[in-house]
């Protein structure tokens, strides 16, 4: 269970650093953007204007490949926005007319912060739902499976419990009949020593105390067979008397 949690968290991290150096790399490239838009509009030249124009373009053109649009479709359309301003910029002929470019680029650049803000959050919430879901299946599997060995477990106690059963039962049958016929002997040799010409017959009771009857079921069995041969013996001794 340990080991499955580790596994989990590791890749989570690993995911949320790629994830978050992926973040960190585009909230660079607009902080560049803002830099070099600011740096522009403050210029004095147009060649300095241009010169801050093109930067800001190098790095609005990096967040435009390094972004998932899918995800981060409103980020890339504002981008897009700027960069069309910076290109404007770029091949303006008066400093006047480039600061306005620049100028209304600032407001798309905050909200290229923001709306990226949005996706990279969103983007972090599905990732970490779907490990959750993926940890949330590895552990119901794991779950199965410890309840399988444990209704394994369950199932071999219960044989072994059984066999110990069977083995005390069948231990139990056996002294009895050494004891059975220990006294079926013994009478015989009575009866014989007071010269009667009779005798008890062994008779072999394993068949009839079987393991499938409960040891109080075997208990009274054997009581009722000794009880059952006395009265023979006692029968026999009697008679010979006559």
């Known amino acids: ?9 590791f890749t989570l991290c690993i ?13 660079t490239e607009l902080g560049k953007v803002r830099h070099h838009v600011d740096a522009g509009e403050a210029s004095f030249n147009l060649e300095d204007l241009k010169y801050h124009s093109k930067k800001a373009l190098l790095a609005i053109k990096t967040v435009k ?27 303006s002929e008066e400093l006047v ?9 600032k407001s798309l650049i905050t909200k290229a912060f923001y709306e990226f803000e949005i996706c990279s959050s969103i983007d972090h919430a599905d990732l970490a739902l779907n490990n959750l879901e993926q940890q949330q ?16 477990i369950k199932k071999q106690l219960e044989e072994q419990k059984q066999k110990e ?19 079926i002997n013994a009478y015989n040799e009575t009866l014989k020593a007071c010269g009667c010409n009779q005798s008890i017959t062994s008779i072999n009771t394993n068949n009839l105390a079987s393991n499938n009857n409960s040891i109080e079921q075997i208990k ?11 009265q023979v013996y006692q029968s026999k001794l009697s008679a010979c008397k006559n």
């Open 97 to 105: 007319e480039g600061q306005r470019y620049l100028n209304t680029s």
């Open 1 to 9: 269970m340990k080991k499955l949690y580790f596994t989990f968290l």
């Open 15 to 27: 995911a949320f650093g790629f994830s978050k150096n992926n973040t960190d790399d585009i909230i």
């Open 65 to 91: 490949v390094t972004l998932d649009i899918e995800k981060c479709k409103k980020t890339f359309e504002v981008s897009v926005k700027i960069s069309d301003l910076l290109d404007s910029a770029l091949i």
């Open 165 to 183: 059963i069977n083995l005390k039962k069948e231990a139990y049958i056996n002294s009895n009949e050494k004891a059975l016929q220990k006294t």
């Open 220 to 230: 009274a069995f054997y009581i009722e067979k000794m009880l059952s041969i006395s």
């Open 137 to 152: 299946t590895q552990l119901k599997q794991q779950q199965l499976e410890l309840e399988r060995q444990a209704a394994q």
